[in-house]
């Protein structure tokens, strides 16, 4: 019996070293050296300052600032601790409420904008932390901001084009807009790439 514990202890304790120690040092240390905003999170700075990160959105609800696809996160919107969807199914009653909801504040907002609604202003993503909008979200919204900054509409709506994100190496995913970076953009505080 002693001759199989001592090997199975061996190499427990080598396996451990390596997958539970070496492996995630050397991953950490590799991501430092090779990609640090994305190891440090993807933070969006300003003067030193940490204004949040490209990867969760933000809450922003007023009428000078685009706002972000709803989030889904409870007790607080965009709560990174409680990443979920709501589940809800397009026959359920609630998930109809909610987007009736949701439509009624945009269109009481902005009564002028007769614009079909885009589907991501109204609905949840399945994680509830979505940091983008696509660009027909943000248009959307380009004639209110407009209005409560006093800023000539096209003057927003090249800025929205500015700071649109392409398909990753040109066919992956959609075009999108991540709303942070451009309300920081709208604050003069951040240049869209």
């Known amino acids: 019996m002693t001759q199989q514990i001592k090997p199975a ?3 427990l304790l080598f396996f451990t070293g390596l997958t539970g120690i070496a492996y995630p040092l050397l991953v950490t240390f590799g991501a430092q050296m090779l990609f640090p905003a994305q190891a440090n999170g993807s933070l969006v700075l300003s003067d030193k300052q940490t204004l949040g990160s490209e990867l969760i959105g933000q809450t922003f609800t007023r ?3 685009f706002w972000g696809r709803p989030s889904a996160t409870s007790p607080n919107p965009y709560n990174a601790a409680a990443s979920s969807g709501s589940n809800l199914g397009p026959s359920n009653p609630g998930l109809r409420e909610l987007v009736q909801q949701r439509t009624k504040v945009l269109r009481d907002l902005d009564p002028k904008n007769t614009q079909p609604i885009p589907v991501d ?6 994680s509830g932390l979505d940091p983008h909008i ?3 979200a943000a248009m959307f919204q380009a004639s209110r901001v407009a209005s409560a ?6 003057k927003v709506e090249d800025l929205v084009a500015h700071c649109t994100e392409h398909r990753q190496w040109g066919i992956l995913g959609e075009p999108r807009v991540n709303v942070l970076k451009l309300n920081l953009a709208l ?3 951040l240049t869209c790439l």
């Open 9 to 11: 202890l061996l190499m």
């Open 63 to 65: 009428p000078d600032y």
């Open 121 to 126: 202003l109204v609905t949840a993503s399945a």
């Open 134 to 136: 696509s660009p027909a």
């Open 149 to 154: 900054r006093h800023l000539p509409v096209e």
């Open 187 to 189: 604050d003069n505080r």
